[in-house]
């Protein structure tokens, strides 16, 4: 059902079920908000969120209060500006965001909110120890002194996810993101599917071949599908023009096939597009075992006898076929047509189900 609600003045549609957050964001009104991420769901930890709701007492967290037909929010009024300014000027003291040499610099949530509220310099001074980077991962680094303790990729790694890595560890002040029992990323029972890396909403948790080779408004943005496997996840290549390079790979979130989830292969198994080993020409064994380039009418009739040859002596069975996922579909169609029809064998297989 169809219902209207006002937010900073502006009466807006919105369907029944959404939080205010929710709807704010569907009509492109900025609330500041960290904690809150569509697949995790309202969390109400940040506090970043707080609005003003006509009729209730206090602040609100937006995230959290489900949308009302005629209901009447404030975002910005001096009461709901001070606390959302306050809770950010907190985080931003509390941890080393260096900004101007942050991999997120530019695609960071808290950057977004500083910059909204006009905070230019933190408005308190902590003195802090800077915990340790934990690097011991093949893929992912995590920054914990830019951990700004919000808990998506926890929730994320535990309920998007489910492979029950992440959780909070320690109390007070030493709260941190652990994996298992708080062993190094690298030790633990992490699968490396960066589903933690695309969550976090700051610089704490980074792809690692990503850090250096382009900010985010340096690169260019192709969606495409993952080439793995049969899923047909859907992805975004971020990349670098100016040296033709792939920087890094996210998945498309909202996709139906994965929503933004990519396994280990499809978010970090990229090297191979630029690798300066893939073949361009057929090689052919010369009389001494060595590969020499040939043109493609003479590997194709290399072929053709050897397989005939095979196919005379040991019958077709003998010959089997293995086709690849960095093909189009309808090539491994017609692979598959190909071995069954021409050589006359079922002996078809494909690399995605190893």
Not at 43 to 54: G, L
Not at 100 to 117: I, K, M, P, R
Not at 297 to 321: N, P, S
């Amino acid at each position: 059902m169809a219902c209207t609600m006002t937010i900073n003045g502006k009466q807006v549609a919105f369907e029944k079920g959404k939080t205010i957050l929710e709807v704010a964001r569907d009509n492109e009104l900025y609330i500041p908000s960290l904690c809150y991420h569509r697949k995790t769901g309202p969390a109400s930890k940040c506090r970043a969120c707080v609005v003003e709701v006509e009729g209730m007492r206090g602040l609100q967290t937006s995230c959290s209060v489900e949308a009302t037909d005629g209901m009447v929010v404030n975002s910005d009024t001096p009461d709901a500006a001070a606390a959302q300014k306050m809770v950010i000027n907190l985080l931003l003291a509390n941890g080393h965001h260096n900004c101007l040499s942050c991999e997120a610099n530019g695609d960071c949530e808290l950057q977004d909110a500083a910059y909204y509220l006009g905070i230019e310099v933190p408005a308190f001074l902590v003195e802090t120890e800077a915990p340790l980077t934990d690097e011991s991962s093949e893929f992912i680094v995590i920054d914990h002194k830019k951990c700004i303790k919000c808990g998506r990729c926890i929730e994320a790694d535990n309920c998007t996810v489910v492979n029950e890595v992440l959780d909070f560890g320690f109390r007070g002040h030493d709260t941190k993101v652990i994996c298992d029992d708080n062993l190094p990323m690298g030790d633990s029972s992490c699968v490396q599917c960066g589903e933690c890396s695309q969550i976090c909403p700051v610089g704490a948790i980074i792809d690692k071949k990503a850090i250096g080779k382009g900010r985010a408004w340096e690169l260019k943005r192709v969606d495409t599908v993952c080439t793995y496997c049969g899923v047909g996840c859907q992805l975004t290549l971020h990349i670098n023009e100016k040296k033709n390079e792939i920087v890094k790979i996210t998945g498309v979130e909202g996709a139906p096939t994965n929503d933004g989830m990519l396994c280990v292969k499809g978010r970090y198994g990229y090297e191979f597009v630029n690798s300066p080993e893939r073949l361009t020409m057929p090689l052919i064994r010369n009389q001494q075992g060595i590969l020499e380039e040939a043109d493609w009418d003479a590997a194709l009739a290399l072929v053709a006898r050897k397989f005939q040859e095979i196919k005379t002596q040991h019958g077709a069975d003998a010959i089997a076929g293995l086709c690849s996922a960095k093909v189009t579909n309808e090539e491994n169609y017609a692979f598959q047509k190909f071995m069954r029809r021409e050589i006359g064998t079922n002996n078809v297989d494909h690399c995605a189900r190893l």
